[in-house]
């Protein structure tokens, strides 16, 4: 992902409220978000490149998403593993969210730049492998891209305003409102953009929470809500770059938890 926002225990009936983009080049394949044939308890999308997620839930309710780093003038590893399997592997596993990052956090840099939230109904951690961490996450609302948990960068921070009012708004119109944030197309003034070394141009292009280029965009928009009594709802359109068509996959279940 490359945009996720984030509200932990803001909601009356949602505990977990969570609305992504995931950004990406068109031409990596990826297959939309459904319950995985080789790990039936995985309820994600699938990157069918390096055959991790960016985003997903299992079946007990834990669920994890992961945006990469920008920093391009750190050259990237060729043999660093697939930022994907930190989410998959979570997510295939038992370990809370504290556990599986505090597990995770010292080998971090074998992975090129990243972001991993995960959790469950009671909270969620973040760990980068640019930051020390693990860490909690408070209640309250937030918003990460490419750059450490809740930097200000314009998109994040109209992301998070706009989940705090849909928040307090109808419980009916959580997901279309969500659904409406994620889809904006039109970037920030030049004057709040970030310098992250991509120049002005790809700085314009990266700011809005939509994402569309030649190659190179916004692929999946995701909404995931838990309940308070342990029932999630994951909604994810997918857009085809080429036609502009959009494909819904909608999927509810009971979180069942080992005993």
Not at 81 to 107: E, I, K, N, Q
Request: proline letters at 7%.
């Amino acid at each position: 992902m490359c945009l996720i926002l984030l509200a932990v225990q803001m909601h009356s009936a949602y505990p977990v409220v969570l609305a992504a983009n995931r950004d990406e080049r068109y031409a990596r394949p990826a297959a939309p978000a459904g319950w995985w044939s080789d790990a039936p308890g995985v309820l994600a999308g699938r990157d069918l490149e390096g055959l991790g997620t960016w985003m997903g839930v299992a079946c007990d309710g834990r669920w994890a998403a992961v945006t990469n780093v920008r920093e391009p003038s750190i050259p990237q590893r060729g043999d660093a593993p697939s930022r994907g399997w930190l989410v998959s592997d979570f997510l295939r596993g038992a370990s809370t969210a504290d556990a599986y990052l505090a597990a995770l956090a010292p080998r971090a840099n074998e992975w090129n730049g990243f972001n991993l939230l995960a959790g469950d109904a009671e909270g969620a951690w973040w760990l980068s492998n640019r930051a020390p961490g693990p860490v909690r996450v408070e209640p309250g609302v937030h918003g990460l891209s490419n750059a450490l948990l809740d930097t200000p960068w314009p998109k994040v921070e109209r992301g998070r305003g706009d989940l705090a009012r849909i928040l307090a708004g109808p419980e009916d119109e959580l997901e279309p409102s969500l659904f409406r944030t994620l889809a904006l197309r039109d970037p920030a003034p030049d004057d709040r953009l970030p310098d992250t070394g991509v120049g002005i141009e790809a700085e314009r292009m990266l700011s809005s929470l939509f994402i569309s280029s030649a190659a190179y965009g916004t692929r999946a928009s995701t909404v995931l809500r838990i309940r308070r009594d342990g029932h999630v709802f994951l909604t994810e359109r997918t857009i085809d770059p080429m036609s502009g068509r959009w494909t819904e996959a909608r999927h509810e279940f009971d979180a069942v938890r080992a005993s």
